[in-house]
C-alpha cells in the first residue's frame, strides 16, 4: 500500500523516526509523497531519494551527532567567546557540516537539487524569521526569486533543523527579476531557522490533496512522543546557559496537545529518554529509540486498513 508521510522535527530523537519506517516497510507500506520537519526532514529526504528504513537505521547508528558541532576559535575562550560568537553569527554553531553530510547522501543516489525529483515528492518546513513565515519548501523559495527545482535538497534540511541560537540561521537574499524593483539593500536579506518554530508535525500538509477524494491516499503522521526526563540545568556561563535555553525550548514541543482526532493516522513513538539536542547521546540510547519506533510502527499496523483510514478521515473532514 503506498502512503504519503509526514515526519515530525525532534533533533538526534530521528532514529525513533528510522524504526518505525522499518516497521512500516515490513508490513508491506511504500511511500509516495513526503515531508518533514527539522530532523524529520532528513528522514523525508533520505527516503524521497530511495533510501531504505535498514540504511536509515545504519547510517544514523553510524553517525556521531557531536561531529555536527563545529568548534572554532570562539569555543575556545571561556565563557566570552560563545557569547561573542552568538552576536556574531547569531547560533552557537556552524550548519555546515549538517548540510555536507546530507549533500553526500543525496548526491549517492543523484539527489542534490529538487528538480532532480518527481514533482511533489518531498517538502520541508522552516520558519522565516524575517517576515514571521512558515516556508514550504521548494515551492516557496520562489518568493525569493529562486527557482524550486534549482534548490539545493541539503541547503533546505539545513534551515529547517537549524535550531534558534543552536545553529547559525541560514541567510538569503532575495533575487529580483530584469527591470524588478528592488528593496533597500538591507532589507534584501532574510534569516531562516528551524521548521519547528512554527510547525513541528505538518500533518495538515496533504490534506488539501485529498478533501475531495473518496479513497484518497492515506496520509500518516510519524511523531516522537513523551518529554525527557528532566535534569538540573548547572548554569556557568553563556554557553551552558544557552544550552540550557536550547533544550528547555526544543524539548518543549513534547508538551504540546496530541490531537486524539489524528490517532488513526499517526505513528506515536515513545522518546522519553532522550533529549532533542543529547547530540552524545550513546550507542545503547539510539538502540532503545530505534526498537521503540519499530514497536510503535508494529502496533500501529497491526490495525491499520485503508477502509477504516477512509471511513475516520471521511468523519473528521466532514467535522470540520
Given amino acids: 500500500m503506498e502512503v504519503n508521510a509526514v515526519f515530525q522535527g525532534g533533533g538526534v530523537k530521528a532514529i525513533g523516526l528510522a524504526g518505525a519506517v522499518c516497521s512500516a516497510e515490513k508490513h508491506g ?14 528522514i523525508a529526504s533520505l527516503l524521497a531519494a530511495g533510501y531504505t528504513g535498514e540504511e536509515l537505521k545504519d547510517i544514523i547508528m553510524k553517525t556521531p551527532f557531536s561531529h555536527f558541532l563545529k568548534h572554532t576559535a570562539f569555543h575556545q575562550i571561556r565563557w ?29 543516489r543523484g539527489v542534490r537539487r529538487f528538480g532532480d525529483l518527481s514533482n511533489g515528492k518531498l517538502q520541508i518546513i522552516a520558519s522565516d ?6 516556508l514550504v519548501l521548494p515551492d516557496d523559495i520562489v518568493k525569493y526569486g529562486i527557482e524550486p527545482d534549482l534548490f539545493s535538497v541539503s541547503r533546505a534540511i539545513r ?17 529580483y527579476r530584469s527591470g524588478e524593483k528592488h ?3 538591507r532589507d534584501q536579506f532574510v534569516y531562516v531557522v528551524d521548521g519547528g518554530l512554527l510547525s513541528n508535525f505538518p500533518l495538515w500538509l496533504f490534506d488539501k490533496d485529498t478533501h475531495n477524494l473518496v479513497d484518497p491516499v492515506p496520509t500518516l503522521g510519524f511523531q ?4 525527557a526526563e528532566q535534569q538540573p540545568n548547572r548554569i556557568v556561563g553563556p554557553l551552558t546557559m544557552f544550552r540550557a535555553l536550547f533544550s528547555t525550548m526544543m524539548d518543549a514541543h513534547d508538551e504540546r496537545y496530541i490531537d486524539e482526532s489524528q490517532g488513526f493516522r499517526t505513528i506515536k513513538i515513545p522518546s522519553a ?21 519499530v514497536k510503535a510502527g508494529d502496533k500501529f499496523f497491526r490495525t491499520f486498513t485503508l477502509d477504516r483510514y477512509t471511513k475516520l478521515y471521511a468523519q473528521r473532514v466532514k467535522q470540520g
Fill in 80 to 108: 566570552l567567546g560563545p557569547a561573542v560568537r552568538l552576536y556574531m553569527k547569531k547560533g552557537l554553531y556552524s550548519g555546515e557540516r549538517l548540510e555536507a553530510w546530507a549533500a553526500n547522501l543525496l548526491a549517492a
Fill in 224 to 227: 516522537l512522543v513523551g518529554r
Fill in 183 to 185: 528593496e533597500a539593500f
Fill in 273 to 293: 529518554n532522550v533529549h532533542t539536542t543529547e547530540f552524545n547521546i550513546s550507542s545503547e540510547k539510539s538502540a532503545d529509540l530505534f526498537q521503540a519506533g
Fill in 129 to 134: 524569521i524575517s517576515t514571521g513565515r512558515l
Fill in 29 to 42: 507500506i511504500a511511500f509516495g509523497r513526503l515531508a518533514g520537519t527539522s530532523s524529520g526532514s532528513i
Fill in 159 to 175: 534551515m529547517s533543523t537549524s535550531i534558534p541560537f543552536f545553529f547559525d540561521p541560514v541567510i538569503l537574499r532575495k533575487r
